[in-house]
């Protein structure tokens, strides 16, 4: 049970960060087809990471 809480945990800590930085890049450059793309991107490898980690974790 602590390993799925801490794996939603580093998701929300992960997503919060991603959402902060593009917040930013929104209010700089104002191109949103370029942030769009480079958030789904960032957001679609996160999402691939914490799941080979949390795999790796529950099969040790």
Do not use: P, W
């Not at 801490?6 to 997503?15: D, E, R, S, T, V």
């Not at 593009?22 to 799941?51: E, H, N, P, R, W």
């Amino acid at each position: 049970m602590k390993k799925i809480v801490k794996y939603f945990l580093q998701i929300i800590i992960y997503f919060g960060l991603l959402l902060i930085v593009f917040y930013f890049f929104d209010k700089f450059y104002k191109d949103i087809d370029i942030i769009a793309a480079s958030m789904g991107g960032t957001t679609g490898y996160i999402i691939v990471l914490l799941t080979q980690r949390f795999h790796k974790e529950k099969s040790n």
